[in-house]
C-alpha cells in the first residue's frame, strides 16, 4: 500500500481550491493499493488558502528552527504544517506505509524543489516540511514526476 497526496487523487485540497489529479494514481486509490493524505489540511489550514511557501530554506530547515513557512499575507503557517506532517505520519504508520508519491514543488510535499520563499515563481532545490519529516522517519518518498521509477525497484 502506498500513500499519494490528496490532491494527486483527486480532492480539491490545493490552496486554490483545486487539485492535481493524475489518473493512474487515482486507480490506485479506487483499487485500495494507496490512501491519500494531505498534511496542510491535516494540520487544520483551510480550502482554499493563501498561497504559502517556505523562507529561509527547505522543510529540513524548518524542522530545524532555521526556517518558516509563511503565506503571502505573512501569516506563520509554520506550527499548522508541522503539525499535518506529524498528523499524516501517524496515520501512514497505522496503515504500514512505507512508501509515498508527494506533490512536488509543495511546501509540505515537495521531494526534490520548493518555491524560495519569495512568491515569484522561483524554485530551490529542497524538500516539503512534511517530506522532510517523512524522510527523517525513514519512509521513502518520490514526486508525480519521478513514481514510475518506485515501480522499477
Known amino acids: 500500500?502506498?500513500?499519494?497526496?490528496a490532491c494527486l487523487g483527486g480532492v480539491f485540497c490545493r490552496y486554490d481550491g483545486g487539485s492535481n489529479e493524475i489518473t493512474a494514481l487515482k486507480k490506485l486509490v479506487e483499487a485500495g493499493q494507496a490512501i491519500m493524505i494531505c498534511p496542510e489540511v491535516l494540520g487544520g489550514l483551510p480550502t482554499p488558502r493563501h498561497p504559502a511557501e517556505i523562507q529561509?530554506?527547505?522543510?529540513?530547515?524548518v524542522w530545524q528552527g532555521q526556517a518558516r513557512v509563511l503565506d503571502n499575507e505573512g501569516n506563520d503557517l509554520t506550527e499548522?504544517?508541522?503539525q499535518g506532517a506529524i498528523k499524516a505520519y501517524e496515520e501512514l504508520q497505522k496503515?504500514?506505509?512505507?512508501?509515498?508519491?508527494?506533490?512536488?514543488k509543495s511546501p509540505s510535499c515537495g521531494s526534490s524543489l520548493v518555491y524560495d520563499g519569495s512568491f515569484s515563481g522561483m524554485r530551490i532545490k529542497g524538500a516539503g516540511v512534511?517530506?522532510?519529516?517523512f524522510i527523517q522517519q525513514g519512509l521513502l518518498v518520490y514526486s508525480e514526476e519521478n513514481w514510475l521509477e518506485m515501480r522499477m525497484t
Open 95 to 104: 496503515l504500514q506505509i512505507t512508501g509515498l508519491i508527494l506533490k512536488e
Open 130 to 133: 512534511a517530506t522532510a519529516y
Open 1 to 5: 500500500m502506498l500513500g499519494i497526496s
Open 56 to 61: 529561509g530554506g527547505d522543510g529540513f530547515d
Open 80 to 82: 499548522a504544517f508541522k
